[in-house]
């Protein structure tokens, strides 16, 4: 079966620093691979997903995710951090069906 | 575009009372989908699924259970809620031709609070 480690579940930026959450993931065969933003009380918003072919993928709100195989890892950056970034992600990957891990709550200090 | 609703958004009920949750879906037609719990601090839960009118997979036994009486309608339901089913409850919709392992897309979600 499929699994997702999220290593850290708190992280705190500065505003207009750089950002990197950390993502493992444990499958047999090349996994699809998302990344998920939540606000708080809000629903999950899809920032990017990797299915094949260019290894770093671009998203939404100005993410990106890079694919490395032989690290089992999609870690998610983005280079400047916003304070409307402060929110909960969660990184997803899918086998026989879609796996989450525990999610990283992000803090930007302005 | 494609649409997912859920309501109602926040709920309060007493111990033993009974539940619906209902999702609706709009623009697209036989998606998959699915029902989430997010406990206070914790990951997500997956409740159950299904993949057609009728069709339901459950994940966790609990006495939680889900219908789907139409292609874009799903609903929760329990007969007598516990403490111990507080939580965020989400719904999801993913695209039937891609598998249940596929991309999802989620509601905004309804807050349960069992006193």
Redesign the interface.
Known sequence: AQSVTQPDIHITVSEGASLELRCNYSYGATP?L?W?VQSP??????LL?YFSGDTLVQGIKGFEAEFKRSQSSFNLRKPSVHWSDAAEY?CAV?????T????TRLMVKP | SQTIH?WPATLVQPVGSPLSLECTVEGTSNPNLYWYRQAAG???Q?LF?SVGIGQISSEVPQNLSASRPQDRQFILSSKKLLLSDSG?Y?C?WGPGSGG??????????T?LTVL
């Open positions: 699809y998302f998920y009380g809000q629903g999950l918003q899809l997903k969660f899918t086998g026989n069906m879609l989450f891990g525990g999610g | 859920q914790r990951g997500l997956l699924y965020f989400l999801a249940v392992a596929d991309t999802q897309y989620f509601g905004p979600g807050r």
